[in-house]
């Protein structure tokens, strides 16, 4: 059974910058999209970049986040991360890291195609 285990949540003024780690157990990377999404309270699910393990220069973000945050990989830690930069008080939310089988190589950030999910981390920003 797939097990991903966020970590690297905190609280943090606007302007700072935070790194999230997603440990994947029982998960083979490879033809396989890990990602980050986030929920805020009263708020839908967003996907916030994904990428393809099998090609790492595929990434995916929504349209005009890709500056401020970056998707990456570890294969031999079985680990994705999150920097983010320039944090603002819209980015407070629940972390969530996410897994799914990549579909010809893409990956996308649509909540619904991903199969499994960690429980979350938490990230507060301040202004």
């Known amino acids: 059974q797939v097990q991903l285990m966020e970590s690297g949540g905190a609280s943090v003024q606007g302007g700072g910058s935070l790194r999230l780690s997603c440990v994947a157990y029982?998960?083979?990377?490879?033809?396989?999209?890990l990602g980050w999404f986030r929920q805020a309270p009263g708020k839908e699910r967003e996907g916030v970049a994904s990428?393809?393990?099998?090609?790492?220069?595929?990434?995916f973000y929504p349209e005009g986040r890709q500056g401020r945050f970056t998707i990456s990989h570890d294969d031999a830690k079985n680990t994705v991360y999150l920097q983010m930069n320039g944090l603002k008080p819209e980015d407070t939310a629940m972390y969530y890291c996410?897994?799914?089988?990549?579909?010809?190589?893409?990956?996308?950030?649509?909540?619904?195609?991903?199969?499994?999910w960690g429980r979350g981390t938490q990230v507060t920003v301040s202004s």
């Open positions: 996410a897994a799914r089988p990549a579909s010809a190589g893409f990956c996308g950030l649509r909540s619904a195609d991903f199969e499994f």
């Open positions: 029982e998960f083979t990377f490879g033809r396989n999209c």
């Open positions: 990428i393809y393990l099998d090609r790492p220069f595929y990434t």
